[in-house]
Structures are given as structure tokens and as C-alpha cells.
């Protein structure tokens, strides 16, 4: 069965504490990883596509790097701002391009 | 440019009643997409549309309908709404063909309450 895992639930960091969250996947087939992040009240907000192993995107204090097994967000030196819950879904070989797999998604949390 | 708009965003219905939450994107996207997130559970999908008359099944599709008659337009029909329906409903469209120009937008949701 296709499976995505984000760890941890839940992270609260001081501004400039830098960490990662982690999204591991067991699926048939991958075509794209994705990540997101959501603000409260708000719709998931497109950051990053990884598509093989060994890529790594970059976008301001965020990085995203993917393995065969798993694929983490590195936050370095965060601020409040970067406050949201972020998203890491997949796209199955098998699958059309509307359908995505999605985590349950990683809470973070930066206070000043 | 407005994007992906969802009408309406607050809604609270009563069991058994019936209702149509509305999509819609000027981006000429040719795929639509309707989730649902509950807490802790991420974002699942319900149906899902590969272009103007074609839609098929996510993986929580029981008491939901869909059609889509025009690339614009995707509408997501509670037929007869039970207290599980309670969540909020993402609609979201996205251009394929190539991986790296792949983007999925999302709209800003509708949150339904089924009392």
C-alpha cells in the first residue's frame, strides 16, 4: 500500500534555531514529490517539486532535498514568519497528473 | 488573474440536506482536483477531473458527486450530508504534461459543518 509519513507532528523552534522535517514514502512508483506549506485558514501554498534522488531545491531559508526512501525540508535560521504547517505530498507513476498523495503534515512553530 | 476562487467559504448544513460547493479557475488548467482535510489526517481526495467531461475517484468518494461540463468549472455535490462530512474542502487545479513545470493551486477552501 502507498504510504506517506511526515515526522514530526509537531516542532517549535526559537527564531534562528535551525532544524528539518522529514516525509518518507513507500510507493509503487514515484514521479514528483512535492512540498507545501499552509497557513492557518488558508489553502496549501506550492514551495518545491523533487523528482530524483540526490535533487535539491532551494527558496530562501527553506531547502528540500530527496532520497529513494524519504525527502526532508531543511528550515536554516528560521523566523516567525516561516510559522505554518508544511505539506510533502507524491505523484504516482500510475497516477494522473490531478492526484496527489498527501502526508499529514509537519506544525512548526518559530518564536522570536 | 484571480486563480482558484470556492464559494461559499463558511457553510453549515443540516443531515440530509443537500448542497453544491463551487470551484473555479482562469488559469485553463486541464486538471481539477476536490480534498478534504480533517486534523491529522492531511489532505485526501475525493474526485478528480482530467478535463471537461471526464472525472473519476479519489479515495474518499461515497456521498460526493462531480461534473465537470467546462474546463473553468468543477462543482462538488453533497447529496445527502451526514455529520462525517464536517471538514474543510479544497479545491485545486494544475496543468500536466511536464514534471518540471508541474504546480498544483490550491483555493482558499469552504469549511462545511454538518449538524
Known amino acids: 500500500e502507498d504510504q506517506v509519513t511526515q515526522s514530526p507532528e509537531a516542532l517549535r523552534l526559537q527564531e534562528g534555531e535551525s532544524s528539518s522535517l522529514n516525509c518518507s514514502y513507500t510507493v509503487s512508483g514515484l514521479r514528483g514529490l512535492f512540498w507545501y506549506r499552509q497557513d492557518p485558514g488558508k489553502g496549501p501554498e506550492f514551495l518545491f517539486t523533487l523528482y530524483s534522488a540526490g535533487e535539491e531545491k532551494e527558496k530562501e531559508r527553506l531547502k528540500a532535498t530527496l532520497t529513494k526512501k524519504e525527502s526532508f525540508l531543511h528550515i536554516t535560521a528560521p523566523k516567525p514568519e516561516d510559522s505554518a504547517t508544511y505539506l510533502c505530498?507524491?505523484?504516482?507513476?500510475?497516477?494522473?497528473?490531478?492526484?496527489?498523495?498527501f502526508g499529514a503534515g509537519t506544525q512548526v512553530v518559530v518564536t522570536p | 488573474n484571480a486563480g482558484v476562487t470556492q464559494t461559499p467559504k463558511f457553510q453549515v448544513l443540516k443531515t440530509g440536506q443537500s448542497m453544491t460547493l463551487q470551484c473555479a479557475q482562469d488559469m485553463n488548467h486541464e486538471y481539477m482536483s476536490w480534498y478534504r482535510q480533517d486534523p491529522g489526517m492531511g489532505l485526501r481526495l475525493i474526485h478528480y477531473s482530467v478535463g471537461a467531461g471526464i472525472t473519476d475517484q479519489g479515495e474518499v468518494p461515497n456521498g460526493y458527486n462531480v461534473s465537470r461540463s467546462t474546463t473553468e468549472d468543477f462543482p462538488l455535490r453533497l447529496l445527502s450530508a451526514a455529520p462525517s462530512q464536517t471538514s474543510v474542502y479544497f479545491c485545486?487545479?494544475?496543468?500536466?504534461?511536464?514534471?518540471?513545470?508541474?504546480?498544483?493551486?490550491f483555493g482558499p477552501g469552504t469549511r462545511l459543518t454538518v449538524t
Open positions: 485545486a487545479s494544475s496543468q500536466g504534461g511536464d514534471l518540471s513545470l508541474y504546480e498544483q493551486y
Open positions: 505530498a507524491v505523484q504516482l507513476t500510475t497516477d494522473s497528473w490531478g492526484k496527489l498523495q
